[in-house]
């Protein structure tokens, strides 16, 4: 199973950034897409943000011109730069990857909290 270790939550006032990281155990070429969800209290988990292993990326409507994903394909790390912030990006957010090789499935980084409030 591809293990995938989340960084960089944390608290934050409104209008300020912080950058999650997401490292893979195998190259990100394995993995259809990665990207990030996010689940806020009492809410279903939804998504943010998405790569594929062409560098196209997808955003939701909530978040796009906030946050930038990216890869570093040397380093099989995403990062996830979210600028602006909003307490309504309050949750815990997971790094996602849409695995290829050997079989297709979807696995899950462990989660990192990120609060957003003064």
């Known amino acids: 199973q591809v293990q995938l270790v989340e960084s960089g939550g944390g608290l934050v006032q409104p209008g300020g950034s912080l950058r999650l990281s997401c490292a893979a155990d195998?190259?990100?070429?394995?993995?259809?897409?990665m990207g990030w969800y996010r689940q806020a209290p009492g809410k279903q988990r939804e998504l943010v943000a998405t790569?594929?292993?062409?560098?196209?990326?997808h955003y939701d409507y909530s978040v796009r011109a906030r946050f930038t994903l990216s890869s570093d394909n040397a380093k099989n790390t995403v990062y996830l730069q979210m600028n602006s912030l909003k307490p309504e990006d309050t949750a815990v957010y997971y790094c996602?990857?849409?695995?290829?090789?050997?079989?297709?499935?979807?696995?899950w980084g462990q989660g990192t909290q990120v609060t957003v409030a003064s």
């Open positions: 996602y990857a849409n695995v290829r090789i050997p079989y297709q499935y979807d696995a």
């Open positions: 195998r190259s990100i070429f394995n993995f259809f897409t």
């Open positions: 790569i594929t292993s062409d560098g196209d990326t």
